[in-house]
């Protein structure tokens, strides 16, 4: 189980090199709002007006979101300092981190 956690925060460090995430709030609502994010990640100790907002926003663009991991993980994962919020641009990405994601869950 653990394994895959790690693939996933494996997997976001690539696609930070790669150009391929935008972190933090506003940047990530940004780029969700011009339609480049494919995937939002929230972290599960975000506030939940930050849960809230990017829930919002999401639905209503139709991009699917997951709650995953803490800020201080997501920020390690991408090489940062704790960030609640992530936006995966890319299309290959996304999806893979999805599945992971999916079979992480219990």
């Given at each position: 189980?653990?394994?895959?956690e790690?693939?996933i925060?494996?997997?976001l460090?690539?696609a930070t090199?790669a150009g391929?995430v935008?972190?933090?709030d506003?940047?990530?609502l940004?780029?969700?709002?011009r339609?480049?994010?494919?995937l939002?990640?929230v ?6 007006n ?21 800020k ?11 960030r ?5 641009k890319?299309?290959n990405?996304?999806?893979t981190?999805m599945?992971l ?6």
């Amino acid at each position: 189980m653990k394994t895959n956690e790690n693939k996933i925060y494996s997997l976001l460090g690539l696609a930070t090199r790669a150009g391929k995430v935008v972190s933090g709030d506003d940047s990530t609502l940004l780029e969700l709002k011009r339609g480049k994010v494919k995937l939002v990640i929230v972290a599960d100790d975000a506030s939940d007006n930050t849960k809230k907002l990017f829930k919002d926003k999401s639905s209503y663009r139709s991009i699917p979101y997951v709650y995953f991991s803490t800020k201080l993980q997501l920020g390690l994962a991408i090489g940062k300092a704790p960030r609640a919020a992530l936006g995966v641009k890319d299309e290959n990405f996304a999806k893979t981190l999805m599945e992971l994601m999916e079979t992480t869950k219990i």
